[in-house]
T-cell receptor, first 116, second 112 residues
Framework: DARVTQTPRHKVTEMGQEVTMRCQPI?????VFWYRQTMMQGLELLAY????????DSGMPKDRFSAEMPDATLATLKIQPSEPRDSAVYFC??????????????FGPGTRLLVL | QKEVEQNSGPLSVPEGAIASLNCTYS??????FFWYRQYSGKSPELIMF????GDKEDGRFTAQLNKASQYVSLLIRDSQPSDSATYLC????????????FGKGITLSVRP
């Protein structure tokens, strides 16, 4: 049963601390997305990668957020320093982009982040 | 105007009824349209996508797309309590590659 995995599932931290979230996309998928979901803003795209290359990170606050894909099986999202307004659920999704076709995005279970 | 708008929620229908969920979008060049279902505390899961004008049926679900009027809707026939969830409309805008823009969702409650 192929699925996207995310760690940690829950994170409570204090303001100013570094937070690292990890995602393992479905094996064989070549596109990875990072989303943030809050009650106020809904689901927002932060960044995405195709074949490990960043395609769009326009939704991500550049001063404190960074996203990387060190290899095809791991994507990371870091917040440094974290702030209370970063409290949200962070989802990773993966998909397989084929030429001329649309991919379906499969979401991971999310990381629930609370910054005190 | 919001890029993807879902209004008139929350929605409550009795079991067995048809639930109608609506979504409008602002970018006339949008090409692809998706409906995701999200149960409380869970992640979104894709239930339908539609690219062409008209209706697309999958079991109890029907997606309807009207590009001229810039709306997409989801009909759920024979609604069940297990359909109670938040339904998210998502759009890929023209030139946006695979980038989904989501509406804020509408919460559906099916009363037994």
């Amino acid at each position: 049963d192929a699925r996207v995995t995310q760690t940690p599932r829950h994170k409570v931290t204090e303001m100013g601390q570094e937070v690292t979230m990890r995602c393992q996309p479905i094996l064989g998928h070549n596109t990875v997305f990072w989303y943030r979901q809050t009650m106020m803003q809904g689901l927002e795209l932060l960044a995405y990668f195709r074949n490990r290359a960043p395609l769009d990170d326009s939704g991500m606050p550049k001063d404190r957020f960074s996203a990387e894909m060190p290899d095809a099986t791991l994507a990371t999202l870091k917040i440094q320093p974290s702030e209370p307004r970063d409290s949200a659920v962070y989802f990773c999704a993966s998909g397989l982009a084929l030429q001329g076709g649309q991919e379906t995005q499969y979401f991971g279970p999310g990381t629930r982040l609370l910054v005190l | 105007q919001k890029e993807v708008e879902q209004n008139s929620g929350p929605l409550s229908v009795p079991e067995g009824a048809i639930a109608s969920l609506n979504c409008t979008y602002s970018d006339r060049g949008s090409q692809s349209f998706f409906w995701y279902r999200q149960y409380s505390g869970k992640s979104p899961e894709l239930i339908m996508f539609i690219y062409s004008n008209g209706d697309k049926e999958d079991g109890r679900f029907t997606a309807q797309l009207n590009k001229a009027s810039q709306y997409v809707s989801l009909l759920i026939r024979d609604s069940q309590p297990s359909d109670s969830a938040t339904y998210l409309c998502a759009v890929i805008r023209a030139g946006a590659n695979s980038k989904l823009t989501f509406g804020k969702g509408i919460t559906l409650s099916v009363r037994p």
